[in-house]
């Protein structure tokens, strides 16, 4: 059992507690982070005369060759460790020698694990953002495909208003803008570098923490040490964020399942994003859908239980927050997956326009439409409203679109209608009336994915 603290101990611990207790089985995954860590630590120390020039140059030396190896797989990490600090220090104390042991100096683990999640956190959300603007992408480009594809809109999964594809898929596009928006904004709170913030109280030794944050690619090092070794709101932000970002997934997955059904056939999912059932033959199955719905409970349940973990912690650090990893790094990796064929499956499915227009058109989706028509003729609108609602339940009875009733049967309902009922009443021309801000009309829909267009080409070049 190779563990860091055993001067003050006149027991072995009990192999049971060792197990319970190591967490080397899955912080291994920090491993490169923790390299990264030690290196800049290593440079700031010699810089600050706390180590020689050729002690320094001895851990470099054989922390970079450490790093090299366990890329080849010439060395692997593995063996009992109590934590992946310790197995670094370790193989590193045995290549080097005592120089080894210095590295050390006016560090703890407290502050070493803290900056090594804090750098893999880091990473992995600049990462999870660009898989974010990716979909982005995709779900621009369908939508300058189809700002012409009509649909039906819906609210309580009952046909509401006429729109176009491009505009319902305009709606995630949002949703996952803020997503793309959350991310940044959560990276500049995660730019700190608590390194040399020692157990909790700093260190005697003359540190220079703002130079070992900019050795690491961080702004600045955290302003407080406590709060170094016993922050996680980073980690709690970014588990926030993702259960965000997989509740629109999420979202969209439930409308992708259903448009793939028999009963809507709005779009077919690709052959490669779909699988079969074992007994009935006909089956295509949605099942990248059905597993991001799915996956979406992971993620929530990361976020409660590191909320849990941390709410009734006392300052500063406790071994309870050795419970942040797993659960976050299974959170971080779902995310990433989701994201990943979820694209793929939206980019490679196909719409089918026809069917969509002709269910637009079969759910009185233009009644709205035809109120307006009515208040143009001065008709009060609430008067308006309760004539084409008996103009509804007329074409129920008769088995008729709105626009298949007759001029008499219209007048009947009202002499305001005329012979430019027909033309007011076209699913075309109801979307294309929609222009305010945001609307599915043609020049709306213009000036929104030019706004969409300019947002992308203002996140690309900042990442």
Partial sequence: ??????????????????????????????????????????????????????????IKRGLTEIRDDLASGALLPEGSYEDVHSFIEAVLTERIGEAGKKLHTGRSRNDQVALDMRLYT??????????????????????????????PGFTHLQKAQPTTLAHHLGTYFEMLRRDYLRLSDLLKRMDESPLGSGALAGTTYPLDRDFAARELGFST????????VSDRDYLLELLSALSILMMHLSRFSEEIILWNSNEYRFLELDDAY??????????????????????????????????????GLPLAYNKDMQEDKELSFDAMDTAMSCLALFDGMLATAKFHKDIMRKSAAGGFTNATDAADYLVGKGVAFRDAHGIIGRMVLLCIEKGKTIEELSIEELKELSPAFGEDFYEAVTLEACV????????????????????????LKYCSRSE
């Fill in 122 to 151: 880091k990473k992995q959300a600049m990462r999870i953002r660009e898989r974010v603007l990716k979909l982005l992408k995709t779900i621009y480009g369908l939508m300058e495909e189809h700002t012409e594809t009509i649909m």
């Fill in 221 to 228: 090092a955290t302003f407080h040490s406590m709060d170094g």
């Fill in 1 to 58: 059992m190779a563990v860091l603290w055993g001067g003050r101990f006149t027991k072995e611990t009990e192999q049971e507690v060792f197990l319970f207790n190591e967490s080397f089985s899955f912080d291994k995954r920090l491993i490169y982070e923790d390299i990264e860590g030690s290196l800049a630590h290593a440079a700031m120390l010699v810089r600050q005369g706390i180590l020689t020039m050729e002690e320094g140059e001895a």
């Fill in 274 to 311: 779909s699988t079969g059932s074992s007994i009935m033959p006909q089956k295509k199955n949605p099942d990248i859908a059905e597993l991001v719905r799915g996956k979406t409970g992971r993620v929530y349940g990361a976020l409660v239980s590191l909320l849990t973990v941390m709410k």
């Fill in 432 to 455: 294309e009336r929609r222009n305010t801000k945001g609307a599915p009309g043609k020049r709306a829909m213009q000036e929104y994915l030019q706004a969409c267009k300019d947002f």
